[in-house]
């Protein structure tokens, strides 16, 4: 048996986001790929020479399948099969098992989470959403911003030719709610700027939104920071980047009142996909505050513009956040529960070619 080495069958198995699996005639694992590793949360080592049933509590399913393309000599799939580890959570997997002839091996086997592909379908079903929603807001903030300069414009003639002071209180009060709608529109506009990327790194930014929030929170909020100080440097727009973490960074102490414990993570993502690509590196960078957390009946529509929970809140400080994120080709969400809500930011860690001419 050839369990101990690990060869290489065919190239790219190693990149599969699919967690790929070969097995001897005896049905023991005599290849793992990093996408099983994860899925099993076992190493290679652990994995290799392991007979494929001993890993599960009850692994009739994953056998039955194997039974199949053995018999039909031909590659079987189960769409769904639940698979038991000892001491963790279910796994709901499809299935694919495909004799082949690979030294040793006799089997490939596939397996595929069914959360994660539902999860794809629905995080691409929200984003053509949000992208048509942000279209309608966007032509709409246009059609607005015209009209306003005009009203402000007539307001201010209106109060040089008024007689009576007194009435300049009424003029003011236009021209003033004018500019707070102009700000409004402005915000809504903005986000859309083309990111200027040049190599940064991620803990400088991260250091200046922290002495910003300390400012404006001087007593009360603590910021602890969880770095992975070996992550290389992020080819981004730095102000874009700053804006974003600042955006959930100040949401973070708004919901706590000025009075909680905001954690900061940065850790280093392998085989990631985002926006419809994969990324062998990604930074994945983590806010966690132990506030109230999130409205439920909010949390779905979070990222949409102009929805807002908190007194005088416009609504808009995720969707930029998101926006300028979505231009690095990068994803944010939220998880959140009373007392602890964690937004994930995960950016590709591609180094521009013409930089170093490698990929870190
Ligand atoms: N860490 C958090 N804990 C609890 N609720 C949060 C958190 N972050 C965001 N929220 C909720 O999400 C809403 C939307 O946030 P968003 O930043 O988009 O808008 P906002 O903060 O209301 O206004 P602004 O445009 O000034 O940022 C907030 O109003 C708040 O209810
Ligand atoms: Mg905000």
Redesign the pocket.
Known sequence: MSASSNPQPFPGLDLLATAVLLLERNLRINYANPAAENLFELSRKQLLGQPLAGLFVDAASLMQAIDKALMSRGSFTEQEIELAMPARHKLHLSCTVTPIEQGTAVLLVELRHIDQQLRIAREERLLEQQQANRELIRNLAHEIKNPLGGIRGAAQLLEHELGQPQLSEYTQVIISEADRLQALVN?LLTPHRLPNFRATNIHEILARVRSLILAEYPQGIAIHNDFDISLPELECDPEQILQAVL??M???A???HGKGEIRVITRVARQVTLARKRHRLALSLQ?E?N?????GE?LER??YPL????E??????????QTFIAQHQGTIE?Q?EPGR?V?TILLPLTAAPHRNGHTP
Do not use: E, K, W, Y
């Open positions: 915000r955006n959930v100040r949401n973070a708004q919901a706590c806010v505050d506030g109230p957390g999130v409205p909010l979070i990222f929805v807002s929970a908190r005088g809140g416009t609504g808009l400080g995720l969707t930029i956040a939220c959140s809500t937004f």
